[in-house]
């Protein structure tokens, strides 16, 4: 479901969320995926913030150089529209 297989993982690096899943101990792993799918937990994890935000840092990871420089360009033209809109309402 995730990508990730099962395997041990150190109580210190795990972040937690506010989603649960009601599972046995010792869960196999069908009865996992069939827990998070009932409860729709993954479609809930993408809209949060955290996951857009590591969304968008796979993204930008995996942009080209083209697709860097179109975003260059895009970033340059909303500063100075928003630095004409500044100095028009200064005055």
Same mark, same amino acid.
């Not at 990871?61 to 860097?68: K, L, Y």
């Given at each position: 479901?995730?990508?990730?297989?099962?395997?041990?993982?150190?109580?210190?690096?795990?972040?937690?969320?506010?989603?649960?899943?009601?599972?046995?101990?010792?869960?196999?792993?069908?009865?996992? %995926?069939? #827990?998070? =799918?009932?409860?729709?937990? /993954? *479609? @809930?994890?993408?809209?949060?913030?955290?996951?857009?935000?590591?969304?968008?840092?796979?993204?930008?990871?995996?942009?080209?150089?083209?697709?860097?420089?179109?975003?260059?360009?895009?970033?340059? %033209?909303? #500063?100075? =529209?928003?630095?004409?809109? /500044? *100095? @028009?309402?200064?005055?």
């Amino acid at each position: 479901v995730t990508g990730v297989p099962r395997h041990m993982m150190p109580v210190r690096r795990l972040s937690l969320t506010d989603f649960r899943v009601k599972i046995g101990r010792g869960a196999r792993e069908k009865t996992l %995926k069939k #827990a998070l =799918e009932t409860d729709d937990t /993954l *479609k @809930k994890w993408s809209e949060t913030a955290w996951a857009k935000k590591l969304a968008a840092k796979k993204t930008r990871a995996n942009m080209t150089d083209f697709e860097r420089f179109k975003v260059m360009v895009a970033r340059k %033209k909303r #500063a100075k =529209e928003v630095k004409a809109v /500044l *100095k @028009k309402t200064k005055k």
